[in-house]
């Protein structure tokens, strides 16, 4: 088979004329060129729900049934000299009157437009402000009642009294570019205000950021990853017109890719930004290996197409190899069921075969037709073995019981790195976006919203006295136990009402206690709506009800066994009403909890596909099977890194493993191509010392311009790439290490 791959290889290397190869890359980047016009950026946490959960949709229905609970955008301002002064509530209310106006907001909630309902006597019920904005004298009675009760208080003011926070509810909006439209004239009102500090938080603010962030993001990793290889090419190749041709070939790779995720209608989310630098990074290995070898060649007095044949004859199949297994290692995230990961491992495995028969293509091409040089400096091959590389030869056991040792030690660390996820961990500390979050999270209710659906059991009506009841005991709970902040119920809406129309008694903050009291306070909900004044809290058939509320960003693990101790506390001491918890935090907190076993199919279907090509590449199972120690050993080794510093296994580090391997096992492939090669007709430890003088140069240079690309990434304002960027960079260092102390080791053995 390699046989026929080598000569197929060559023939589409070679058999072309090379100006006709030349301008059919001419005429498909200029026939695709017009696709990369429907590139679009995105970002929507809804797209990393796991697919086929029953509980996704539960979200959706429940959604369908209330709203979406990421529909508000928060408005943090804040005064130095404190909420209750005149000038500052009267520009707040300002505010909240010209808030009113911008397309898409269909309600403002602000402290200045907040009421409460009194019942009257001959009067009826009536609302009075909060805040009493036409009367300064009332303005500290207006400040100690709001405190006094939990209904306004850290919902809309903070608890040093300097900030106000104002909510709007967004309709839905057709795109990211209108949403950002809305966003920027909500902005440009607030600038307009000169408020001493203000911060907006919710959907549309993280939405904005993203796509902003993305945009600036992909086009700086591009280009640093861009000057690296430049002066990478430089360095390796010592001549310009070779360092162009790779560059020229990246270059035509990458716009035929992004053409062609453009023809395919994909958006362009977080993780297929670090897709223009993975793709140069990783294309540059095909074409220096290419180039090392026609240098060689030609230096012994070849003519270029004797020597790119033979170049082409000897390299090509390791070469189409080490672009397949890379291409599998980023395939085998589509096992991980998040759809922008899914997409992000095909369109890179896809890029990658488009840069390889680019290259295979393009660069042959361009040597046949622009090279002019006959000669090149003779390469000195009298470089010595080093002391090291001598020494793990004659002592191969003690390199093997290291190498067991180190997995021993590994496994075990990996086995104690955290699954967790916090709100805020994703963001740079110093970005826009994370202070934004933190001033909402310190000053007011949080920043992570909580939804529970409730059911009744047995066909019970939802208003009835026992299930209010229970409500009611699950609402105290979420508050006392679970530190739920601002919660929303259907039992504090009956209590609330029964106060009003008890003149506002305070001790009537209760559920009524007998039938026909709860009846007319159910009835005067209905009547009026109440129940979706502020958030639907009731679906229209009045069959379902909700708790909503906003909590601490306490992190995965603590709300994982938050909610065990809920869902125990609901089946002991409930008998009347199904709960079930939802809503888009809870899908994404699952999500990383599921990221384990996902993580070890991904991985296992990357060193089984791997293995087999190696095998087809050397025709030798025992070689594929021993390819498999050096590479796994970069996995350990990030797995160690991320147990050492704390970094918790989540969707954004945990695909970082398939990725390791699918790069790891390209040198490795390389060195047992060459051994097997030279191995014929001479002893394994002269063969194993040939091969090392013979791809040392190669692999080394590949692994350094593959260790820089990736560490460009460590700029990101998203800690997730910048920890992709620096597990995976350090992860090639060790892989090449490994290559060449114990994969030698462990092809000594006299066996085989």
Not at 578 to 595: K, S
Request: hydrophobic share 45%; with cysteine.
């Amino acid at each position: 088979m390699n046989n026929r791959l080598q000569n197929g290889i060559v023939r589409i290397s070679m058999k072309v004329k090379p100006l006709w190869t030349i301008a059919l890359f001419g005429l498909l980047v200029g026939c695709l060129s017009p696709q990369l016009t429907k590139l679009l950026f995105d970002y929507n946490i809804e797209s990393f729900f796991a697919e086929n959960d029953s509980e996704v949709d539960f979200y959706i229905d429940f959604k369908e049934k209330f709203e979406n609970e990421n529909n508000y955008l928060l408005i943090g301002i804040k005064n130095n000299e404190g909420v209750f002064t005149k000038v500052f509530l009267d520009r707040i209310d300002s505010l909240t009157n010209q808030l009113k106006s911008p397309d898409k907001i269909t309600k403002v909630y602000s402290p200045t437009n907040l009421s409460n309902f009194v019942n009257v006597p001959l009067v009826g019920i009536t609302q009075f402000p909060i805040i009493h904005l036409d009367d300064q004298s009332q303005f500290q009675e207006d400040k100690n009642r709001i405190y006094a009760s939990s209904d306004f208080s850290r919902s809309f003011f903070s608890k040093d009294t300097l900030s106000v926070q104002v909510l709007l509810k967004v309709d839905k909006y057709s795109s990211p570019k209108e949403g950002n439209k809305i966003l920027k004239n909500i902005e440009t009102i607030i600038a307009q205000y000169d408020f001493d500090k203000w911060h907006i938080a919710g959907r549309l603010r993280t939405q904005q950021f993203y796509i902003s962030e993305m945009r600036s993001e992909m086009q700086l990793f591009a280009s640093l990853t861009f000057l690296i290889l430049i002066v990478s090419l430089w360095i390796v190749l010592k001549r310009l017109k070779y360092m162009l041709w790779v560059l020229a070939v990246l270059l035509v790779a990458l716009l035929l890719t992004f053409a062609l995720i453009g023809f395919l209608n994909y958006p362009i989310n977080l993780m297929i930004t670090l897709l223009p630098a993975i793709l140069l990074i990783t294309g540059t290995s095909g074409s220096v290996h290419i180039l090392s070898k026609f240098k060689e060649h030609i230096a012994t007095g070849k003519n270029k197409e004797y020597a790119l044949h033979e170049t082409i004859k000897e390299a090509g199949v390791p070469i189409f190899f080490n672009a397949l297994t890379t291409a599998i290692g980023f395939a085998s995230l589509w096992l991980i069921p998040v759809e922008p990961i899914q997409k992000f491992g095909l369109l890179t495995a896809m890029g990658i075969m488009v840069t390889y028969f680019t290259g295979m293509l393009l660069l042959p091409a361009s040597i046949l037709q622009f090279d002019r040089s006959k000669t090149l400096p003779k390469i000195d091959k009298t470089v010595r073995l080093p002391i090291l590389y001598e020494s793990i030869l004659q002592q191969s056991l003690k390199v093997k019981l290291a190498t067991l040792l180190f997995f021993i030690i590994g496994i075990w660390g990996i086995t104690n790195i955290n699954i967790n996820n916090f709100f805020l961990d994703d963001l740079h500390e110093k970005s826009s976006l994370r202070q934004d979050l933190a001033f909402f999270e310190e000053n007011f209710n949080g920043i992570r919203p909580f939804e529970i659906v409730i059911t009744t059991k047995d066909n019970e009506k939802l208003e009835s006295k026992e299930v209010v009841k229970e409500i009611d005991i699950l609402a105290n709970y979420l508050i006392t136990k679970y530190e739920i902040k601002s919660v929303s119920s259907l039992s504090l809406l009956i209590k609330s009402v029964n106060k009003t129309m008890h003149g506002g008694n305070s001790e009537h903050f209760k559920i009524p206690s007998s039938k026909k009291e709860l009846n007319k306070v159910i009835h005067l909900i209905k009547k009026r709506n109440l129940e979706t004044k502020f958030i639907p809290l009731i679906d229209s058939s009045w069959n379902s009800t909700r708790i909503s509320g906003r909590s601490e960003d306490w992190g995965s693990t603590v709300l994982s066994q938050k909610n065990k101790n809920l869902l125990t506390f609901v089946n002991k001491e409930l008998q009347h009403v199904n709960v079930q918890i939802t809503g888009a935090a809870y899908l994404m907190d699952r999500t990383n909890l599921n990221i384990t076993s996902n993580l070890l199919l991904g991985i296992s279907f990357a060193i089984l596909i791997s293995s087999l090509c190696v095998f087809l590449l050397t025709r030798s199972i025992r070689l594929s099977l021993i390819s498999i120690i050096p590479n796994a050993l970069p996995l350990v080794f990030a797995g160690m890194v991320m147990w050492i510093f704390g970094i918790p296994f989540k969707i954004g580090t945990a695909m970082v493993f398939t990725i390791i391997y699918g790069l790891a096992v390209d040198d490795t492939m390389h060195f047992l191509y060459n051994f097997q090669e030279i191995k014929k007709g001479t002893t394994r430890i002269d063969a194993l010392k040939k091969t090392y003088l013979t791809v040392k140069k190669p692999m080394t240079h590949t692994t350094i311009v593959l260790s820089l690309g990736f560490l460009v990434f460590i700029g990101s304002q998203f800690t997730s790439i910048s920890t992709i960027g620096v597990l995976i960079s350090s992860s090639l260092i060790v892989a090449i290490l490994t290559d060449f102390t114990v994969l030698p080791a462990f092809l000594i053995s006299k066996k085989g």
